[in-house]
Structure formats: structure tokens, C-alpha cells
């Protein structure tokens, strides 16, 4: 594929605004979005139904291979607990193995004829679509972050607890972060909007200026 693909690659930590962006960006160029991020939590999410443990590489590889519309489907795939474990089997590299070809088949080849595919995760950039024409890196300091998943579970009426929370995304930040395969990470060409103090629509305009020069010919 040459320069002027039609593929966005978002990339950063959790909770620091990257699937609302990357949404907002698809449905501007009317492209394919795909939150990888689901793929691990349904592993996590089968694992958990199954009693599949963790610790069991070839194991968790298997029910990567094994996920479903059904899986992608399932409302438990936001809870806390499930993140935690994806943030584990995410580690496995034969879990990831197993999830690389889904991802890049949506990328070269959006599903609906759409012209275009936007992924966020974290290691697209890097590792699953090293070629995108656009990729963008997105970060917030880990107290923004905790803020915002703070706010957002006592707005879907959960109890939590700041503290928590903060220590629940430092943990998944160190994990994410220093695997061996695949790591969080910025890729050299990616833009990196840090969106500490930033607002959505922000982003969103620094984001579509960037990408639209990037985008092939054609695209708005
Ligand atoms: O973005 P998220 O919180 O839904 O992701 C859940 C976990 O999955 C996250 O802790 C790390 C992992 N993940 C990954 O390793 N690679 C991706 N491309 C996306 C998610």
C-alpha cells in the first residue's frame, strides 16, 4: 500500500479520549472503526466465562481465535474487571498473534465498502498498520485521566473510588507499558495531542488538520 492510504491509526492509555476521537474522526470521513481494544476484552471476557486462566498462553490464544460477533456484543465487555484481565491476556503474545490478521484485514479492507479504517488501540501505529497515513498519539496525564473514569462510572451509577481508579490505570499503565511484545508506545511519525487540558472538540480539530493532509486526494 502507498503513502496515501486511507487508514488512521489511533494510539494512547486508557481513558485518555482516543475512541471518542477516533469515533468522531470515522464518522467525519465516513470510514470503518474498529476499537481493538474490544478484541482483548472479549478474550479476557471468554476467559473469565470459561475459567480459562491467564496464566495458560496456548490456552488464551485459543479463545482469542474462538471470539465471536456474540463476544464483541456482550455489555460486560466495559467493566473494570474485564479491562483488568484484557490488560493481562493482552500480554500473551500468542494472544496477540491471534488478533493480528482480524485487525489488519479491517484496515486494508473496511467492511461495508467503507473508504477508509480508523483503529484505536496500542500498538497500531506501531505494530498492527506501521504503514497508516495518519497516525496520532493520545495522551493525559494519568490524574485526568482517573478524573474522567472516575466521573464516567458514578455517571453510569457505579460506586468508585478516586484512589482506586488512579491506581487501577497506573497499574494498567505500567502493564501496557512494559510488556515485552507490542508495548504501548508512540510511534516516531505519530502526532501526539496531550489532552490534559484540552476539551473533545480540541482534539477533534487538531486531529482532522493533521489527517486531512495526509488522507489520499479525494477525501474529506
Ligand atoms: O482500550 P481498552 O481499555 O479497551 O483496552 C483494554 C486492554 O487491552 C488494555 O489494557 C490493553 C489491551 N490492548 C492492547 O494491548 N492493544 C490494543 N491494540 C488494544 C488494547
Redesign the pocket.
Known sequence: MGASNNIIAV?GP?ASGK?TLARRLARHFGFAYL???????AVALRCLKNGTGSDDEKACAAEAAAITEVDLDDPALRDEAT?RL??RV?ALPLV?RALVDYQRRFATHPPDGKGGAVI?????GTV?CPEAAVKLFITATVEERASRRYKELLGQGATAIYPAVLRDLRD?DA??TNRAV?P?ARAEDALQIDTTSMDADAAFAAALRYAEKRLAPGTK
Open positions: 494510539d486508557a475512541g476499537d481493538s481494544g474490544r478484541l482483548y476484552r479491562g484484557a490488560s493482552a496477540r484505536d488501540g496500542r500498538d497500531i498492527i494498567r502493564r501496557d507490542a504501548l
